[in-house]
């Protein structure tokens, strides 16, 4: 009996984790690519030194910093597959989210600073672990630049 | 260098795969879970095999020590636990005589080494323990009305302890709930490795399951040796099922077999038998008046 509760708690958390968390997901990738659209002639480059004709131009730093939640179900999912090995890709995606919405962050900094483009472009990430323990709780992505904006 | 016009559009499904989740989920669990499955079923029969390679001096220094917690009528209580003995040791004898072809699978037990218990508790029940110690509660003489029902009960018991099963249900808990723990400790989500173990723990209760039917068809057998016939077998069960129904979908949670099945076994024997001969009066000892219990 008490096994069966167990399973019930369980199952209730993944149904949970999967509805909101797929919502969560389908929602923020839509977003993604109509904003993706939006900042596209704020070009971004991983360049360490500046196009030609750009070396006159004001250099910021620009940064786009985002954290997102695991949902219930990833983590088991990612569970099961710490057992057996292979690619997390309930991970990958979120990893993904993550680094796009940062870019889009960068992008929408630079445009408020009136930069014509971002070079250097690089990302940090780490865990947010809060009280998940071992396991993942949340992701951080940060990604930054130098935004080049004419003098 | 030159700046492109635009950033370039991400084509989707490289860095993070478009495949639907539900369907590595599905596949991941399927395939644990009938690893965990084949595990635990290997684990269990290798346990088990061990199990009668234990020498019952071992077992017996493992042996708990069952004391008789009575609250009043002591007498009574004394009076009764040495008629349950006598009736006890009487089947135990009859077990000894009971012709195997094969493997003996009493020999393995000293017949001297079993003991027999009598105490006080809220619940009808009977169980053998490690060290071939049989307890009896006093609630469940109140449940048979003949000399045979009880009969069937201890008979159960001590086809448990004849076959060796307490050994080998302790040895195959303990090997399969270390390397279950061992296992799924490393999956990272503590209340999936918990489920995922509470999966493997009641794929081991089959084990269980057999190992009760196992028992009552050597119990029909003492019976049978015992009396000549096994009517009446079946008063403990039938009582049982009347008091506490069970839904046979919840077996799988269960140590034992649904009381169902059990007394479809029974009562098979008992036709089998085709003999319906007069059951045994309990010994006077053994009833134990409404007054002497406080309920």
């Known amino acids: 009996m008490d096994a069966l509760i167990q399973w019930g708690i369980f199952l209730f958390l993944l149904a949970l984790g999967y509805i909101f968390g797929r919502r969560a997901e389908r929602k923020h990738y839509r977003s993604i690519i109509e904003r993706e659209d939006v900042f596209r002639h704020v070009v971004v480059v991983s360049s360490r030194f500046p196009p030609v004709g750009f070396s006159k131009h004001r250099a910021d730093l620009v940064c786009g910093n985002v954290v997102i939640s695991v949902d219930y179900f990833k983590t088991v999912v990612a569970g099961l597959r710490n057992l057996v090995g292979g690619n997390v890709s309930v991970y990958e995606s979120l990893l993904d989210r993550a680094r796009r919405e940062a870019v889009l962050r960068l992008q929408e900094q630079a445009t408020e600073l009136g930069a014509e483009t971002v070079i250097n472009l690089k990302f940090e990430t780490s865990r947010v672990s809060g009280n998940a323990g071992q396991a993942i709780g949340s992701v951080e ?3 930054y630049g130098t935004a080049l904006s004419r003098p | 260098m030159t700046l492109p016009k635009g950033n370039p559009k991400i084509p989707e499904g490289i860095n993070a795969s478009e495949e639907h989740p539900l369907k590595e989920f599905l596949q991941l669990l399927v395939g644990v879970l009938l690893g965990l499955v084949v595990l635990v079923v290997t684990l269990g029969f290798l346990a088990g095999a061990m199990a009668s390679l234990v020498p019952f001096s071992w077992e ?4 708990p020590v069952v004391a008789m917690h009575v609250d009043g009528q002591q007498g009574d209580m004394d009076a009764a636990e040495t008629a349950l003995i006598e009736l006890s040791q009487g089947l135990l004898a009859s077990s000894l005589e009971i012709d195997v072809q094969g493997d003996d699978i009493s020999s393995e037990v000293p017949p001297d080494a079993l003991g027999f218990h009598l105490i006080d508790a809220e619940f009808p029940n009977a169980f053998a323990t490690l060290g071939g110690q049989v307890v009896v509660t006093d609630e469940l003489l109140d449940t048979v009305s003949s000399e045979n029902g009880l009969a069937m009960v201890i ?11 307490p050994i080998e249900a302790a040895g195959r808990g303990i090997v399969i709930q270390l390397t279950l723990s061992a296992v799924l400790g490393s999956s990272g989500n503590s209340m999936l490795g918990q489920v995922l173990s509470s999966g493997g723990a009641l794929t081991s209760l089959s084990f269980s399951r057999d190992m009760e039917l196992e028992a009552d068809a050597w119990a029909l057998a003492i019976l049978r040796q015992h009396y000549g016939h096994v009517g009446g077998a ?9 008091e506490y129904s069970e839904s046979a979908w919840l077996e799988f949670a269960q140590t034992h077999p649904s009381t169902e099945k059990r007394l479809d076994q029974i009562r098979e024997a008992v036709i089998a038998d085709r003999r ?9 000892a053994l009833v134990i008046e409404e007054s002497a219990d406080p309920e």
């Not at chain 2, 079946?234 to 009347?242: G, K, L, V, Y």
């Not at chain 2, 319906?276 to 006077?284: C, I, M, R, T």
Request: charged letters at 20%.
């Open chain 1, 141 to 143: 992505v940060l990604a």
């Open chain 2, 60 to 63: 017996s220094s493992l042996s």
């Open chain 2, 234 to 242: 079946d008063e403990f069960f039938i009582a049982m099922d009347e």
């Open chain 2, 276 to 284: 319906s001969a007069a059951l045994v009066e309990l010994p006077a």
């Open chain 2, 155 to 165: 008979a159960h018991e001590i086809a448990h302890v004849q076959l060796r099963h």
